[in-house]
């Protein structure tokens, strides 16, 4: 009777384990299918305007509009830069021309050829997108011009009326990431696949916007920045969050974390500092 006893009982305890473990696999599964169900892009609102990149078109946006900031240009010219860089190669580095100009290169598909530098130098993105605003601030007032008629004095295109359309994703995307709009980008992500890097971050930050003082405690790094220029900084690491393995930032009393996925949230503030938090391992 008690070897029966026994043998039920350890049974029943086998048995128990095997729907532990299923359940268990059963939620991580679903967990995983969830994951890649989600559709990863960043958003950005100007008034009653919103419009959508995808992460990698979003992070050079951010580059982009980081150098307007680090040179102290007007939130106008980063919206030229933007509408000028989307229509000719849809905020991608691309590495090819076309018939118009097949030696064109890079975010804003400049020619060698033309004096824009080298090949090498014209795919560097941070060399390309000054040379843009070198040739920009040499326009007569370039910051009170429409979009198409600015950017078409410095690209010269075939087809100049085609800036006119992304004229209203360039000012979204320009008024959140100059940091005239807070809380203004939010980027939806799937959870980090591996461990950010701090010193990966840091190099980044100051390829973008020059040397800034920043502290690095463990997996977080603090970036002593306050106003506009704290809100440009943290909407530029949200952008950049699915490259980076950003988790959460936290700036003037608001936070966007990855994992929740609900947008800037309110949150305790970040001692006047912008706070960029990232993942410290691939869970």
């Keep these: 009777m008690t ?5 039920r009982g350890a049974a029943i305890t086998g048995l ?7 359940g268990i696999y059963t ?8 994951e890649q169900l989600i559709t990863e892009e960043c958003t950005a609102a100007a008034g009653s305007q919103q ?34 860089a989307m229509q000719e190669s849809k905020l991608r580095n691309i590495d090819h021309g076309d018939l118009a100009g097949p030696d064109s290169r890079g975010l804003f598909q400049q020619r060698p050829s033309q004096g824009w530098g080298t090949q090498d130098q014209v795919m560097d993105p941070v060399y390309a997108t000054n040379a843009f605003y070198d040739a920009l601030v040499k326009v007569p ?11 078409q004095r410095v690209q010269r295109s075939a087809y100049p009326a ?14 959140a990431l100059t940091g005239e709009s807070p809380a203004a980008l939010n980027c939806t992500l799937r959870s980090p696949d591996t461990a950010g890097d701090p010193a990966a971050l840091l190099d980044e ?20 920045v306050t106003d506009t220029f704290a809100w440009s900084v943290a909407h530029w690491a949200v952008a950049n969050a699915k490259e980076l393995s950003v988790e959460r930032v936290d700036v003037d009393g608001k936070r966007w974390d990855r994992n929740a996925r609900n947008g800037w949230q309110d949150a305790p503030d970040a001692g006047g500092r912008v706070a960029i938090t990232l993942a410290a391992d691939g869970s």
């Design 162 to 175: 085609a800036y006119a359309e992304h004229e209203a994703m360039a000012r979204s995307f320009a008024s």
């Design 205 to 224: 930050l100051e390829a973008s916007y020059g040397s800034i003082p920043t502290t690095a405690t463990g997996q977080t790094l603090q970036v002593d």
């Design 3 to 7: 070897r029966g006893r026994t043998l």
């Design 141 to 151: 007032g370039y910051a009170t011009l429409e979009i198409t008629d600015a950017a």
């Design 16 to 22: 128990s384990l095997v729907l532990v473990a299923g």
């Design 27 to 34: 939620v991580t599964t679903l967990l995983q299918r969830s």
């Design 51 to 84: 419009a959508a990149l995808a992460t990698d078109q979003a992070a050079n946006a951010a580059l982009i509009t980081a150098v307007s900031v680090r040179r102290g240009l007007p939130p106008r010219a980063a919206s030229i830069a933007l509408a000028t």
